[in-house]
């Protein structure tokens, strides 16, 4: 069963509110560096095994800095994202660039940073030759699709509807064209999954990784130095969910690699929600008690704090601070203020009586969460906080303002 239990106290929680105000982010530091060296030594046996942590789960630099300290890499899509490593001094074999429909400028900017870039597709080769001319690169992959060879889930769909990655025969065909290019380290990368509990899945997709591994390397005679296998590692969202048994996935794709005789093949992956997830909550407080046709709850978060519930129907789980052992005798909608009828963080979840100004806290909102934030209807994003090892509150991002939501607008 999962363990439901704040790491900080009721005091705690009603200090923030009141210092940095409601809804806010509050992630656990402590949570954070177990899960980062529990990953690296369940790992620690393949060689060279990094996981470049996925930015875009949790693009906040303080939180980064504590993934860094702990020895991870990061993987960034887009300008900015790599914009944050180049503040933050990380530079070189510490960053993967996975991006697709990529454009000649965010080339440049990973070519400058001397990051592992990671091809989406043949067509970019051309661009991406233009950007090798700021320097030269130690690291290229390619990204697989495999198609019918493996299916998806509902977060990432089925690999034959995806826009990402090449077929084999394009794997093959862009190793031709790279091999001229006097790159250090040749990989491949796919992803295939998002949120996935099942252990065997990771191992199945190193399968597809090493056999598409051998036909490249006979077809287009170069050496494949590293795999990629992608984020995806599940989180149990719901209580009666087990935690992902990441050493189960280690020890099989160990095994793997002996068996196949490669063991020299360095292995990456590019885990974010699993990290981060389970250690980052949104903290929102009770506006109204509403009773329509259902319940409804009111809160000063909405579906632009945390979309997943409203886009993937996503279950988080809900404490109602101070109230944790009460019955849940009531079945209610928890509601935001944003204009569309999906601003529900729970449906029909049964939770003990909620009164006004109650203290709700969303539960695994740590990925994916604040950084999936919007601003329509002109609502504002929430602040973060780091929680640290030392029980100490530190604010890691202002919650925006309206200005900032309006400065870009021309009014005359
Ligand atoms: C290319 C890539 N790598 C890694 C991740 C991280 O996934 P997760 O946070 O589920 O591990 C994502 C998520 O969208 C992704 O698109």
Redesign the pocket.
């Known amino acids: 069963m999962k363990d439901l239990k704040l790491p900080l106290n009721k005091n705690e929680v009603e200090g923030i509110l009141s210092q940095y105000g409601s809804p806010i982010y509050i992630y656990d530091e402590e949570g954070i560096r177990k899960k980062a060296r529990k990953l690296k030594g369940s790992f620690s046996k393949l060689h060279n095994y990094k996981n470049f942590f ?1 930015v ?2 949790t693009p906040t630099p303080a939180i980064l800095k504590i993934l860094h300290e702990e020895g991870m890499g990061f ?1 960034c ?1 887009s300008k900015t994202e790599l914009t944050i490593m180049q503040k933050m001094g990380i530079t070189g074999d510490n960053i993967f660039f ?1 991006s697709n429909n990529t454009s000649l400028e965010d080339f440049q900017l990973a070519v400058q940073l001397g990051a592992t870039i990671n091809l989406d597709d043949v067509t970019q080769i051309s661009v991406f030759k233009t950007a090798l001319k700021d320097g030269p690169l130690n690291r290229v992959a390619v990204r697989y699709n495999p198609g019918n060879l493996k299916s998806g889930n509902q ?2 769909g089925e690999p034959v509807e995806a826009k ?1 990655g090449m077929t084999q025969d394009q794997i093959i065909q862009s190793f031709n064209e790279l091999k001229q290019l006097n790159i250090n380290k040749l990989g491949i990368h796919t ?1 295939v999954a ?2 996935e509990l099942i252990e065997d899945y990771f191992t199945d997709t190193a399968k597809i990784l090493l056999d598409i591994v051998d036909k490249t390397e006979k077809e287009a005679g170069v050496k494949i130095s590293f795999i990629n296998l ?5 989180v149990n969202y719901k209580p009666e969910q087990a935690e992902l048994a990441i050493n189960k996935i280690s020890e099989s794709i160990e095994a793997l690699l002996k068996e196949r005789d490669r063991s020299d093949l360095t292995i990456f992956t ?5 990290i981060t ?1 389970p250690h980052g909550y949104l903290v929102t407080k009770v506006r109204y008690v509403m009773e329509k046709f259902k319940k409804y709850i009111g809160v000063d978060a909405s579906m632009h704090n945390l979309m997943r519930p409203g886009m993937y129907g996503a279950y988080h789980h809900i404490t109602v601070l101070g109230k944790e052992g009460l019955e849940p005798t009531n079945a209610y909608d928890i509601v935001g203020s944003l204009c569309e009828n999906n601003d529900k963080f729970a449906i029909d979840r049964k939770l003990p009586e909620i009164e006004e100004d109650d203290i709700l806290v969303i539960h695994d909102a740590g ?2 969460g604040h950084a999936m934030g919007f601003n329509y209807n002109g609502l504002t994003r929430s602040a973060e906080v780091l929680f640290n090892v030392d029980r100490s509150t530190k604010l890691i991002r202002r919650a925006e303002t309206t200005d900032q939501v309006l400065q870009n607008v021309i009014w005359e």
């Open positions: 996925a875009k789960a993987d899509s996975t977060i990432i990402y992803m998002s949120n992608g984020g995806g590692f599940g590019e885990n974010g929600r699993y997830g990925a994916h």
